[in-house]
């Protein structure tokens, strides 16, 4: 399964946690970053992060990274979920848009599940390893989260 993030070194790493610790501190809160840990043993697996879109008024981007040898086992899904509108402590988002590989079925797989639906294509979206490859763009709308939420919730008797 390719994997579009390649590992990163030390000093990149702690520039990104820089980044994250920063950007939690100011107000109004436009960005919100969580790690991903194994549950059994705590070990970092991966991020999420949910950020505002200065350009979009109530829109927000999506993203996470995981460890190949995590992938299949629902932590995508929950990482989706605890950057989710209802999660966060931003104002009333109404969108949300992330954008994958076009390869990487692991995050199409992800994004179905969570209730985003496949938009289109940008063509020649991001370059890596000195070439251009395109994007898939995935969203979900407020009335849309809202509506899997409940439904997700179990039943309880009156």
């Avoid at 501190?25 to 970092?44: D, G, M, W, Y």
Wanted: glycine letters at 10%.
């Amino acid at each position: 399964m390719p994997c579009d993030f390649e590992p990163r070194a030390r000093g990149q790493v702690g520039q990104l946690l820089a980044h994250s610790i920063a950007a939690a501190t100011v107000t109004p809160r436009a960005e919100f970053a969580l790690a991903a840990v194994e549950r059994n043993t705590s070990a970092l697996i991966g991020f999420g992060r949910l950020t505002t879109d200065p350009h979009q008024q109530h829109g927000a981007n999506i993203g996470f990274a995981l460890r190949p040898g995590v992938w299949g086992v629902g932590y995508g899904l929950e990482t989706v979920g605890f950057c989710s509108p209802s999660a966060s402590t931003t104002s009333a988002l109404h969108r949300i848009r992330g954008a994958r590989a076009p390869r990487s079925e692991a995050s199409a797989k992800t994004t179905a599940a969570a209730g985003m639906v496949k938009e289109g294509t940008i063509r020649e979206h991001v370059l890596k390893a000195g070439q251009w490859r395109d994007s898939v763009l995935h969203a979900v709308l407020d009335r849309e989260w809202a509506a899997l939420s409940r439904a997700a919730q179990p039943s309880r008797p009156l």
